[in-house]
């Protein structure tokens, strides 16, 4: 169960954790990836509500596992993860208490995030913004554009792509292949990859900016049948 809740948090947080590398030789039709960074930054600092679909397939060794649903996000710190599969699975927080619910467990994990807990960088480990969060995770990686075409037309969008590699090599993603919307700025698709060959690929649709969202969708209270670990992602 906990190594369960960690791996589902991972997954679900990479973008929760802006220097650059120079492109040389190069010429392309945009300022810089630098700037690309900057306006997705921007972006998600700005935003007081999110909503989308997404889905997530994770391979490894020749499996495939596939997770959907419906995310919505409002500030500051509230995200509920809506799961039609695995079917009845839910993240939800209020941005003081983090409730990851596996039903097939019948368990829940209760995760305080007022925990004054940090990194090795002496930053705290929970963020209950996403602009930070992005801001984090363009300094944890050196960044590049992948080609000189950029953006360029994918599936019938203008996107930029970016290829980031992870500066200290600590766990988790090494590699993140990044597909960001050139009109919106929005991120369409992140693709990671780990030092076991182990891929996680990200997309995001239906995306909507600043909708209405109700604060009680962010609440949680667990039935009686269910058992609840403790701060399973990290404690004191």
Avoid: C
């Amino acid at each position: 169960m906990y190594h369960f809740l960690r791996k589902t948090a991972v997954t679900f947080f990479i973008f929760a954790v802006a220097a650059s590398l120079p492109v040389t030789g190069q010429s392309h039709n945009w300022n810089s990836h630098a700037e690309v960074a900057k306006k997705v930054k921007q972006k998600f600092e700005n935003l007081s509500t999110y909503s989308a679909d997404f889905s997530i397939t994770t391979t490894e060794g020749g499996r495939v596992k596939n997770m959907r649903g419906k995310l919505y996000y409002k500030s500051p710190g509230k995200i509920r993860y809506d799961f039609s599969s695995p079917q009845g699975d839910l993240i939800v927080s209020d941005g003081k208490m983090l409730w990851i619910y596996i039903s097939r467990l019948k368990a829940v994990g209760k995760q305080d995030l007022t925990l004054n807990t940090k990194n090795e960088d002496n930053n705290k480990i929970f963020i209950g913004t996403p602009g930070p969060g992005i801001t984090r995770l363009f300094s944890k990686y050196h960044y590049r554009f992948d080609s000189v075409e950029q953006p360029r037309q994918i599936d019938g969008k203008s996107v930029f792509v970016l290829d980031m590699d992870q500066r200290v090599k600590i766990g988790g993603f090494e590699k993140i292949k990044l597909y960001i919307d050139a009109t919106s700025y929005l991120i369409l698709k992140a693709v990671g990859s780990d030092n076991l060959s182990r891929q996680t690929e990200i997309i995001f649709s239906n995306q909507s900016e600043n909708p209405e969202i109700a604060g009680k969708l962010f609440q949680y209270n667990p039935p009686e049948n269910v058992r609840v670990v403790l701060n399973p992602l990290v404690g004191e």
